[in-house]
């Protein structure tokens, strides 16, 4: 099991990084998170909600992500309450007091996804969340050390050193655990070192001394990897630079509930571009593109956007022809009103929008989760105009579901969900179109996730921005596959660690 002195010592990464070395050792291998808190997720083949990180790790190790590789997922809303998503199904909004009453019936359900794990691989890496030695949350814990015992799993201790006081993380978590907890930690390790490791012998010595523990490793910072983050934390790092002046400018809002922003992961690494997520209205201006992201509070984060001033620069911007796209949340944002007469998200049951788009959303009960299959239907900015006319895939996530007004133009036609054939209508999951474009084709919608890790589609789009500007094509490599970044990843961590003390603590000398 990887746990951490704190949230976003980067325990997914390392889990990520341990399910490929193992993949490389010939061994099967799933991960596993017990709850996971984050808006950041991903459908699987069978419509199922999970956390992105797992996903990952899943996709790393080589195996198809399940519901029971993350049993429990929280999203949080505004309001101070989350989502509780179940075996990839959502059944409903909670307060923590809410959640926790129902301790009894999820510690079964995760011993059972644990069980059904063990049986089915070789090794199971297993993720904590924030940090093992939280004193007010032990008596509710079912993600760290109450998940330990459950697996009799030894504990890798990770530490952040980027941020500073790695020692004090390392000797105030292990203080504050119970002896038996305490008992568990096989290991220390840091992460993203810059610099000579040399110079951290003392501190090392010292650890190795007080608590007879062993280091397990430094592990380096390893720049811009084209690996998902499991939460927007990340993006304090990533507030971006201005474009120098041949490169595209992509503004992207950071929304206060902002999902799934790894939808624009493919963007940051392309050559000549410059993705910035902002949250000012003047960090809008003289941005090529305008991006406003998924949202898990679309009438908050719409709220937000006013007052902010945002919105009132992204509507004189589409009505100057500047290009203006929406994902999931974000299209919603773009189009007439938001309805929820049930009060699904928000306790408003209609929200005037940015009227960009001429679309209505209705919130239902039911969530709508599906990996699709598309193609285009109507050219626009998403798809460089006419540039792009192939197959893609993606996925949706959304309660809220839309409605065209009037003769308005589709992006994409969904050609299949979860695998079956999507006719010209089904009441169930809406019509076969996705998303909506305004009559000059600049301003587009899509409730599609993860459409930009489509090569081609990402191509047509900047060629299309570079037209605008007329720009050439840059002059860089080509962009790391995913399957090569995990390499890149697990070969830092690999070359970085006591590789005999690892098998001893997995059992695998």
Sequence with gaps: MVQGTASSVGKSLIVTALCRIFRQQGLRVAPFKSQNMALNSFVTADGAE?????????????????????????????????????????????????????????IALIGECLAHLRANYDVVVIEGAGSPAEINLRAHDIVNMHVAEAAEAPV???GDIDRGGVFAQFVGTIDLLEPRHRARVAAFLINKFRGDAALLEPGLDYLTERFAIPMLGVVPYVPRLRIADEDSVALDD??????????????????????????????????????????????????????????????????WLRQSGIAAMLIARARRGDPTIGICGGCQMLGATIEDPYQVESPRRSTPGLDLLPIVTRFRRTKITAQVRARVATPS????????????????????????????????????????????????????????????????????????????????????????????APMGRRIATRDEEYDRLAAAVRENIDWSLLERITGLA
């Design 156 to 158: 890798i201790l990770v």
């Design 238 to 303: 990533r507030r971006g630079r201005r474009a120098a002046a041949a490169e595209i400018d992509i503004a992207v809002v950071r929304l206060p509930h902002i999902s799934n922003y790894d939808d624009l992961l493919a963007l940051e690494h392309e050559a000549g571009v410059a993705v910035r997520f902002i949250e000012t209205a003047r960090e809008v201006a003289g941005a090529d593109l305008a991006i406003i992201p998924g949202s898990k509070s679309t009438a908050a984060d719409l709220e």
């Design 381 to 472: 900015i998403l798809s460089g105009g006419a540039a792009f006319a192939g197959e893609i895939s993606g996925y949706e996530i959304h309660m809220g579901a839309i409605e065209r007004r009037g003769p308005s133009a589709a992006p994409f036609h969904i050609l299949t969900r979860n695998g079956a054939a999507v006719n010209a209508r089904d009441d169930a999951l809406n019509d076969a179109l996705d998303g909506a474009i305004d009559t000059g084709g600049a301003v587009a919608g899509t409730m599609l996730h993860g459409i930009f890790e489509d090569d081609g589609l990402r191509a047509a789009l900047l060629a299309g921005l570079r037209a605008r500007r007329g720009l050439g």
């Design 50 to 106: 999970i956390g992105r990180a797992q996903a990952v790790q899943a996709e790393a190790a080589g195996v198809a992500p399940t519901a029971g590789m993350n049993p429990i997922l929280l999203k949080p809303e505004a309001g101070m309450r989350s989502q509780v998503v179940v075996m990839g199904r959502p059944t409903g909004s909670m307060s923590f007091g809410e959640y926790h009453r129902r301790r009894p019936e999820l």
